[in-house]
């Protein structure tokens, strides 16, 4: 016998009824992006490796050690073949479209949200996958337009606060910092690197890479032995501009205004290079060691970084898995977690020795189950040659009542009704069926 194969380590069969409350999550998203006039946008599931070399940065852990990456055959002799990368995250694609597209002419902020699948080699855990999906958006244009006021980066955490609030998340943080400008972060880097220069032997492989490649990026390590060391490092705050002061003092003004919640990290920088000024985290203490909701911040200079325009933008991106994790945590959706029920079960009778009747009730019973469920409802059809026993156990197994149509009820016109939760059976004209099954059916 042949092995039976599985689902590939990291990914994962999302299964009903689950798969509604990803879709309420979904929906939800999708309602509170449109009331901030946000246009959706669908970029390739892949794109050209060097896209994300350049976009993301060679010394993330996502590109130096995350990536699907393969070599596409060329098609012709003459043809170099191609390094094609599963995307690992979307902002580096949605700006490619925004230069590809020149959306920048338009002179208009672009506000762009995507849901979607994402993909990275990690270590399998809960609340970490190989495929996971994101739900993003990101506020892209040029200067003119506004895109580096520090009122987009207030406008979007305040969506994010909203959505989180009505996606019914309990007890999220909104982590707050400022990189500064890639000057700012020059400047921090070279005191990073004299600073860790006596430290870092000390630290994880990881960082003592890091403290000469990308200082930075130290700020970023999980390893929980090296934080007591990240703790004594000098802080970016102290090494901002006037400008990059003003900008962030601009941004925390307006949340207080608004009346969002903040704390401010000093630590957080965020595992993509492109980030300047604002960057951000919201986190929620019932994930564990995966405890980031979300991340997003400003990218001021990504578009040029891949040879577009100069424009600015801010951008975050939610995982939904682990927005999932949460919601079962909670049970804020108790709902969600019971079996899909239907309106009701279209029982077709017919003997099935009869080859001629079992024809006639079964196409009967498809032209009712269509009626009903163009008329909006949930309906489950079943088969004409059950007997009723098995008919009435199959129909109490996922829908709410039971609709009965053998040859007399099809001459009548009325049907047998049964509602399991009361016991309660009625006979219905087929003109008041859709309103009767549409009609609370109990507890
Ligand atoms: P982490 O620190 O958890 O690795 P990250 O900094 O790599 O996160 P981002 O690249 O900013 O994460 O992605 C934004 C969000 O996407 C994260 O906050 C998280 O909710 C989610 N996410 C990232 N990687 C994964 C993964 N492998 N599985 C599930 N969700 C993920
Ligand atoms: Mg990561």
Redesign the pocket.
Known sequence: MSQTLKAVR?TRDLLPPETELWNRIEATARRVFARYNFGEIRTPLFEDTGLFARGVGEET??VSK?MYTWEDRARAQSEKPQSLTLR??NTAGVVRAYIEHKLGETGQLQKLYYIGP?F?R?R?QK????????I?AEVIGPQSAGSESPLRDAEVLEMLATLLDELGIVGWTLELNSVGSSADRARYNDILRSALAALAPKMCQDCQRRAVTNPLRVL?C?VPEDQPIIETLPKIADSLDEESKTHFAQVCAALDAAGVVYKLNPRLV???DYYTRTTF??THGG?GA???????GRYDGLSESIGGPKAPGIG????????VLTLQAQEADPKAASPLFADAFVAPMANAKDAEKLKTINAAALALARELRRAGLRIELGEGSFRLKKSFEAADKCARRIVILGEDELASGVLTVKTFATGEQAKVSRAELATFLASPAGV
Do not use: S, T, V, W
């Not at 995966?290 to 997003?296: D, R």
């Not at 975050?316 to 927005?323: K, P």
């Open positions: 990291g852990d996502i995350e690992p995250e994402q990275r990690e399998p609340g970490r996958y190989r495929q996971f999906f994101q993003g970023d999980k965020r595992g993509l985290e919201f994930l995966q405890n980031a909701l979300l991340g997003g975050f991106a939610m995982g939904e898995d682990r927005l």
